[in-house]
């Protein structure tokens, strides 16, 4: 029935973020969710953001170079 936001948030329920991000970002197509939810919820939190913002901000192409530079900002790479 397309109720994603209630999967995420059952997967949160569960203890399983990783899948709860994924539901967020290939469905809801939110990469700012995401990105809280894994600064919120996961106790790695630093591998999970860092994964997310190689995977989908600095790895494809972006209309918003806002994305661009909150992620080189969060990764520490102030030269970009």
Request: glycine share 2%.
């Given at each position: 029935k397309h109720r994603f936001e209630h999967a995420a948030a059952f997967f949160l329920l569960a203890g399983?973020?990783?899948?709860?991000v994924e539901v967020i970002i290939s469905n809801l197509h939110d990469i700012q969710l995401a990105l809280l939810v894994a600064r919120l919820f996961d106790?790695?939190?630093?591998h999970l953001v860092t994964n997310i913002l190689n995977?989908?901000?600095?790895n494809k192409p972006h209309d918003d170079p806002f994305y661009r530079s909150m992620a080189y900002w969060l990764l520490k790479d102030h030269e970009h």
């Amino acid at each position: 029935k397309h109720r994603f936001e209630h999967a995420a948030a059952f997967f949160l329920l569960a203890g399983k973020v990783r899948d709860a991000v994924e539901v967020i970002i290939s469905n809801l197509h939110d990469i700012q969710l995401a990105l809280l939810v894994a600064r919120l919820f996961d106790n790695d939190e630093q591998h999970l953001v860092t994964n997310i913002l190689n995977k989908e901000i600095l790895n494809k192409p972006h209309d918003d170079p806002f994305y661009r530079s909150m992620a080189y900002w969060l990764l520490k790479d102030h030269e970009h």
